[in-house]
Protein backbone atom coordinates (compact mmCIF):
# COMPACT_ATOMS: atom_id res chain seq x y z
CA UNK A 1 0.00 0.00 0.00
CA UNK A 2 1.60 3.25 -1.00
CA UNK A 3 0.88 6.46 0.86
CA UNK A 4 2.31 9.67 0.53
CA UNK A 5 1.80 12.41 3.23
CA UNK A 6 2.92 15.74 2.61
CA UNK A 7 3.66 17.85 5.63
CA UNK A 8 5.51 21.71 6.65
CA UNK A 9 2.79 24.03 5.31
CA UNK A 10 1.67 27.30 7.16
CA UNK A 11 1.12 30.84 6.37
CA UNK A 12 4.11 33.16 5.60
CA UNK A 13 5.10 36.45 4.78
CA UNK A 14 6.09 37.59 1.71
CA UNK A 15 9.78 36.84 1.51
CA UNK A 16 9.69 34.26 4.03
CA UNK A 17 10.63 30.45 3.58
CA UNK A 18 8.72 27.26 4.10
CA UNK A 19 10.21 23.50 3.67
CA UNK A 20 7.80 21.01 2.82
CA UNK A 21 7.83 17.56 3.35
CA UNK A 22 6.67 14.30 2.10
CA UNK A 23 7.02 10.88 4.01
CA UNK A 24 6.69 8.26 1.36
CA UNK A 25 5.56 4.57 2.40
CA UNK A 26 5.22 1.49 0.37
CA UNK A 27 7.35 2.61 -2.15
CA UNK A 28 11.40 3.65 -2.64
CA UNK A 29 11.66 7.15 -3.62
CA UNK A 30 14.98 6.78 -5.34
CA UNK A 31 13.59 4.30 -7.83
CA UNK A 32 11.38 6.67 -9.90
CA UNK A 33 10.03 9.85 -10.52
CA UNK A 34 8.97 12.25 -7.78
CA UNK A 35 7.46 15.44 -7.63
CA UNK A 36 5.64 18.64 -6.79
CA UNK A 37 2.71 19.87 -8.03
CA UNK A 38 0.54 22.91 -6.25
CA UNK A 39 -2.64 24.39 -7.00
CA UNK A 40 -4.37 27.80 -6.28
CA UNK A 41 -7.44 28.78 -5.29
CA UNK A 42 -9.46 28.90 -8.59
CA UNK A 43 -6.77 27.61 -10.68
CA UNK A 44 -5.63 24.29 -12.43
CA UNK A 45 -2.84 21.68 -10.55
CA UNK A 46 0.84 22.78 -11.98
CA UNK A 47 3.57 21.05 -11.73
CA UNK A 48 6.43 23.06 -9.61
CA UNK A 49 9.43 20.87 -9.44
CA UNK A 50 10.71 17.30 -10.49
CA UNK A 51 13.57 15.39 -9.69
CA UNK A 52 13.97 11.84 -11.57
CA UNK A 53 15.81 8.97 -10.10
CA UNK A 54 18.95 9.63 -11.36
CA UNK A 55 18.42 12.61 -9.32
CA UNK A 56 18.05 15.60 -12.36
CA UNK A 57 15.67 17.96 -11.14
CA UNK A 58 13.49 20.04 -13.00
CA UNK A 59 11.69 23.54 -12.09
CA UNK A 60 8.44 25.63 -13.15
CA UNK A 61 9.85 28.67 -14.79
CA UNK A 62 7.71 30.79 -11.99
CA UNK A 63 9.75 28.81 -9.02
CA UNK A 64 13.06 28.27 -10.76
CA UNK A 65 15.79 29.96 -8.47
CA UNK A 66 13.64 30.15 -5.28
CA UNK A 67 12.65 26.63 -4.61
CA UNK A 68 14.87 23.26 -4.42
CA UNK A 69 13.41 19.65 -4.50
CA UNK A 70 15.58 16.73 -3.08
CA UNK A 71 15.13 13.59 -1.42
CA UNK A 72 16.47 11.72 1.31
CA UNK A 73 16.72 8.29 0.04
CA UNK A 74 17.96 6.94 3.65
CA UNK A 75 14.33 8.53 4.68
CA UNK A 76 12.24 7.97 1.77
CA UNK A 77 11.23 11.52 2.10
CA UNK A 78 10.97 14.05 -0.39
CA UNK A 79 11.38 17.85 -0.01
CA UNK A 80 10.99 21.13 -1.31
CA UNK A 81 12.32 23.98 0.30
CA UNK A 82 10.89 26.98 -0.70
CA UNK A 83 12.46 30.93 -0.26
CA UNK A 84 11.83 34.35 -1.25
CA UNK A 85 8.10 33.43 -1.29
CA UNK A 86 5.37 35.42 -2.86
CA UNK A 87 1.38 35.69 -2.45
CA UNK A 88 1.20 34.33 -5.69
CA UNK A 89 3.14 30.72 -4.61
CA UNK A 90 -0.12 30.54 -2.45
CA UNK A 91 -1.62 27.11 -3.46
CA UNK A 92 -1.87 23.66 -1.85
CA UNK A 93 1.03 21.86 -2.55
CA UNK A 94 0.84 17.86 -3.51
CA UNK A 95 3.19 15.48 -3.36
CA UNK A 96 3.47 12.44 -6.20
CA UNK A 97 4.93 10.00 -8.17
CA UNK A 98 5.41 8.21 -11.45
CA UNK A 99 5.91 4.81 -10.87
CA UNK A 100 7.21 4.09 -14.39
CA UNK A 101 8.88 6.51 -16.75
CA UNK A 102 10.45 10.16 -16.58
CA UNK A 103 8.98 12.88 -14.82
CA UNK A 104 6.48 14.74 -17.06
CA UNK A 105 4.85 18.23 -16.60
CA UNK A 106 1.21 16.25 -17.23
CA UNK A 107 -0.43 15.50 -14.07
CA UNK A 108 -2.62 12.42 -15.72
CA UNK A 109 1.14 10.87 -16.11
CA UNK A 110 1.25 10.16 -12.08
CA UNK A 111 -0.07 7.09 -10.11
CA UNK A 112 0.09 7.94 -6.04
CA UNK A 113 -0.77 11.44 -4.87
CA UNK A 114 -0.75 12.74 -1.11
CA UNK A 115 -3.36 14.51 0.60
CA UNK A 116 -1.95 17.79 -0.20
CA UNK A 117 -0.49 20.95 2.57
CA UNK A 118 -1.54 24.50 2.50
CA UNK A 119 0.87 26.95 1.94
CA UNK A 120 -0.45 30.65 2.30
CA UNK A 121 1.99 33.54 1.75
CA UNK A 122 0.64 37.07 2.56
Known amino acids: HVQLVESGGGSVQSGGSLNLSCAVS????????MGWFRQGSGKAREGAAF???????RYADSVKGRFTISQDNAKNTLYLQMNSLKPEDTAMYYC?????????????????WGQGTQVTVS
Open 96 to 112: TTRSRGACRWAEDMYDY
Open 26 to 33: GYTVSLNC
Open 51 to 57: IENNGST
